[in-house]
């Protein structure tokens, strides 16, 4: 069944009478779990209102190119890194044109050029102009550019031609934009997934831990999901909902961790290590509340499991993907990783920026392995997810 959780979709609205539809389109999206933007060209305003849209997709209607607030941060393309899919609907005979030809006059144009997310059209004109030689010539260019033409239905239209060129009917485009979410890369793969952050106690009150978030973890979860797989997650403390479709282990130690991850570990196809474990634990962890006092404070620390390193280790392990968190010697610290633990292959992030890594809501990446390396440059976590299933997939299946 088609979903659309955790997507974000940008609805663009086009000049033709079936805009008046956009606000059921909007709900229908929204009904399958999808955040939706909505862009609203200056020949859909004549069709519709900007307040409808913006009280059915609760978020601000973009429709200004040249809005100097907005293009202060170049808005246009924060939209387009926002945006999961582009999903244009009504789509007139113009805006066909305008994107067959690659114009950027208008804010939903270049708001589609700046992006690399999939683009979907929903035609809706008169039955003779759909059929005119000049807009079936655009929609094969468009095709040719991997543009998704959901088509139109044939019935009686509003000037009472009767014909092809009718919008499709709002659950149908909700459905069909669910679907491109759904594929089969992973179709009977078992994957198993750590992330978050492990707890090590010192005391009933305070412990040693870090500052993932586990929505990473989370992304790579929807996107294997989506591709097909069968998913475990064994999580530490997280900030994210995980995806319910999975199998959830919750626990709170690096102890518990690996023996969550052995006790889980067979007949597994793939195991990616993307919790932040503690290589520390405390060596005695003290029953009661430690005082305050005015003397140095000193913890015995031991060393935690490696559980990436044990899992490589197995007889019959499954493909290992592990992740790098660096700060430093970035690359040589990930292909040292890459050699001692025995991995399959590595993905490194620099931690030590603001804007990236832990908490964030975005990263950036390098896919490593023995042969080769390819940067995965700076996106949404849910977007870099799916990006980093398909390059696994297409690296080792």
């Not at 200004?64 to 945006?83: P, Y």
């Not at 009767?162 to 919008?167: C, F, K, M, P």
Request: hydrophobic content about 40%; overall charge neutral; some cysteine.
């Amino acid at each position: 069944m088609a979903s659309l959780t955790n997507k974000n979709i940008i609805l663009g609205v086009s000049g033709s009478i079936a805009a008046y539809k956009a606000p059921d389109i909007v709900r229908r999206l929204q009904d399958l779990g999808a955040e939706v933007r909505v862009i609203l060209t200056q020949g859909g305003s004549q069709f519709i209102t900007e307040l409808s849209l913006q009280v059915t997709s609760r978020n601000k209607v973009h429709d200004n190119l040249w809005d100097k607030e907005v293009e202060l941060s170049m808005g246009h393309i924060e939209l387009a890194k926002w945006a999961d899919a582009i999903l244009i609907a009504p789509t007139s005979a113009n805006t066909i044109a305008n994107l067959a030809s690659g114009k950027a006059d208008d804010l939903l144009s270049s708001v589609v050029l700046a992006s690399d997310c999939p683009i979907l059209i929903a035609p809706a004109m008169n039955q003779q102009m759909y059929a005119s030689a000049s807009v079936q010539a655009n929609l094969k260019t468009l095709t040719k550019h991997q543009t998704l033409i959901i088509a139109p239905e044939s019935g009686k239209q509003a000037c009472g031609d009767i014909g092809e060129g009718r919008l499709a009917q709002p659950i149908d485009i909700a459905k069909q934009v669910g679907n491109i979410f759904q594929t089969t890369k992973l179709s009977g793969k078992k994957v198993l997934i750590t992330l978050g952050a492990t707890i090590e106690a010192i005391d009933p009150v305070r412990y040693l831990s870090n500052h993932s978030s586990g929505k990473m973890g989370s992304a790579l979860s929807d996107a294997c999901i989506e591709a097909g797989a069968q998913v475990t997650l064994v999580h530490g403390n997280i900030s994210v909902i995980l995806n319910q479709k999975a199998q959830i282990i919750s626990v709170m130690s690096a102890r518990e961790m690996y023996q969550s991850v052995m006790d889980n570990i067979a007949g597994q196809d793939i195991f990616i290590a993307c919790a932040a474990v503690s290589d520390y634990s405390t060596k005695n962890i003290e029953k009661n509340k430690i005082k305050k006092s005015e003397k140095t404070l000193i913890l015995e620390l031991t060393f935690t499991k490696d559980i990436l390193q044990a899992v490589c280790k197995l007889t019959q392990k499954p493909l290992c993907i592990g992740f790098a968190a660096e700060t430093q010697n970035l690359v040589e610290n990930a292909q040292n990783k890459l050699k001692n633990k025995g991995c399959d292959a590595i993905i490194l992030n620099d931690v030590s920026r603001c804007d990236l890594g832990f908490k964030s809501d975005e990263n950036e990446v390098l896919f490593l392995t023995q042969e080769n390396s390819i940067k995965i440059e700076k996106n949404s976590k849910q977007k870099l997810g799916r990006k980093i299933i398909e390059i696994l997939s297409e690296q080792f299946f």
